[in-house]
T-cell receptor, first 112, second 116 residues
Framework: DTGVSQDPRHKITKRGQNVTFRCDPI?????LYWYRQTLGQGPEFLTY????????KSRLLSDRFSAERPKGSFSTLEIQRTEQGDSAMYLC??????????FGQGTRLTVV | AQSVTQLDSHVSVSEGTPVLLRCNYS??????LFWYVQHPNKGLQLLLK??????LVKGINGFEAEFKKSETSFHLTKPSAHMSDAAEYFC??????????????FGKGTHLIIQP
């Protein structure tokens, strides 16, 4: 499979714990995006990278969230001190030069 | 500012009958518009996109959508529903000229149910 892959697919964590998700984009894609989707809603933009540079962050991305793309390839999204409101599907997408976005299957986070 | 409203949270049709999923948008500028489909346990997939070329856009799996500026609508249609069409559908607007994923605003989704 040469699409966007995300790991893990599911994560259950206790409130207050830190979690980290990984996204591997399509190999020739230079842009990588993170979205969050809560139950019954459409995805909402969080942040995006062009190569290793983080170019934009949504106001939804609180100080407890941090994203990196250290070598311009895979990306990680870390949530510190998780809260129940962080429970959602976290989606990653990639594009080449801002054209059609290809989405991964997502990581479903449940905070208990 | 831009926004998109999907007028129905659920639509149920019988297999073989037409599908209509309604979407209205709001945008200060000429938008790019998209429809995405999300099947359970699968990633979002682009069905079709409008980027200021022909107003009637054909997509994959027999779907098409018509951009109507006067009505600010971008409804999704299919002449004959198939069981495999059952999924969540999202109408999406972007101000980026080529629809870059940094500028996507999603609707809340329409759950399409296909009755046998």
């Amino acid at each position: 499979d040469t699409g966007v892959s995300q790991d893990p697919r599911h994560k259950i964590t206790k409130r207050g714990q830190n979690v980290t998700f990984r996204c591997d984009p399509i190999s020739e894609h230079n842009r990588l995006y993170w979205y969050r989707q809560t139950l019954g809603q459409g995805p909402e933009f969080l942040t995006y990278f062009q190569n290793e540079a983080q170019l934009e962050k949504s106001r939804l991305l609180s100080d407890r969230f941090s994203a990196e793309r250290p070598k311009g390839s895979f990306s990680t999204l870390e949530i510190q001190r998780t809260e129940q409101g962080d429970s959602a599907m976290y989606l990653c997408a990639s594009t080449r030069d801002s054209t059609e976005a290809f989405f991964g299957q997502g990581t479903r986070l449940t905070v208990v | 500012a831009q926004s998109v409203t999907q007028l129905d949270s659920h639509v149920s049709v019988s297999e073989g009958t037409p599908v209509l999923l309604r979407c209205n948008y709001s945008s200060s500028y000429s938008p790019s518009l998209f429809w995405y489909v999300q099947h359970p346990n699968k990633g979002l997939q682009l069905l079709l996109k409008y980027t200021s070329a022909a107003t009637l856009v054909k997509g994959i799996n027999g779907f098409e959508a018509e951009f109507k500026k006067s009505e600010t609508s971008f409804h999704l249609t299919k002449p004959s529903a198939h069981m495999s069409d059952a999924a969540e559908y999202f109408c999406v607007v972007s101000l980026r000229p080529r629809g870059g994923a940094d500028g996507l605003t999603f609707g809340k989704g329409t759950h399409l149910i296909i009755q046998p």
